[in-house]
């Protein structure tokens, strides 16, 4: 079990510029799930995928933002235009189908637009 | 009113003391709890999990929920400076005779032991 791991772990940009992260979560969990975490608050629901199937997407998820997970293993977020308001950690957490509330966090990838 | 409260802090404590954290929440439909300790600029960390009302120890940590109240709790004893950390608790409802995927997260204690 070599946990979940995030990429890129740090991302500076300009904005109006796209950016996209990767997750590659725990090999035999199914379910994956995107949250976003500002300074001094707690992490925030985004999305989440059985398998390769997008089920949910918060209100929080613009337009600008699409998630991907084509093979049902990683996954992408991508955020188009990024605004100054897009800075903040970008948590992806995996579970097993049964047991979804047990979710693994990876480190996040941290993203400062200027 | 948010749909979980929990008092920021920062809390500071001395080495070897009990720590009582804590969580309010409005939505009766939750029934799954969890709680996380997230250390500065990582990834939240699952340390605690319990299914509707009760109590679970694991080690020195305790959680307890009381849904009647709508209130949870998690207790450190024998506190140690490793456990300085921000504890995040979070919660989620059930759907389809499992638990939904989305979990509903507090803002986060900052907790500090003090050697």
């Known amino acids: 079990d070599t946990g979940v791991s995030q990429d890129p772990r740090h991302k500076i940009t300009k904005r109006g510029q796209n950016v996209t992260f990767r997750c590659d979560p725990i090999?035999?969990?199914?379910?994956l799930y995107w949250y976003r975490q500002t300074l001094g608050q707690g992490p925030e629901f985004l999305t989440y995928?059985?398998?390769?199937?997008?089920?949910?997407k918060s209100r929080l998820l613009s337009d600008r933002f699409s998630a991907e997970r084509p093979k049902g293993s990683f996954s992408t977020l991508e955020i188009q235009r990024t605004e100054q308001g897009d800075s903040a950690m970008y948590l992806c957490?995996?579970?097993?189908?049964?047991?979804?509330?047990?979710?693994?966090f990876g480190p996040g990838t941290r993203l400062l637009v200027l | 009113q948010k749909e979980v409260e929990q008092d920021p802090g920062p809390l500071s404590v001395p080495e070897g003391a009990i720590v009582s954290l804590n969580c309010t929440y409005s939505n009766s439909a939750f029934q799954y709890f969890m709680w996380y300790r997230q250390y500065s600029r990582k990834g939240p960390e699952l340390l605690m999990y319990?299914?509707?009302?009760g109590n679970k120890e694991d080690g020195r940590f305790t959680a307890q929920v009381d849904k009647s109240s709508k209130y949870i709790s998690l207790f450190i004893r024998d506190s140690q400076p490793s456990d300085s950390a921000t504890y995040l608790c979070?919660?989620?409802?059930?759907?389809?005779?499992?638990?939904?995927?989305?979990?509903?997260f507090g803002k986060g204690t900052k907790l500090s032991v003090k050697p």
């Open positions: 319990t299914y509707s009302s």
């Open positions: 979070a919660m989620t409802g059930s759907d389809y005779g499992g638990s939904q995927g989305n979990l509903i």
């Open positions: 957490a995996s579970s097993r189908f049964w047991g979804q509330e047990t979710q693994y």
């Open positions: 995928f059985q398998n390769e199937a997008q089920l949910e």
């Open positions: 090999s035999e969990h199914n379910r």
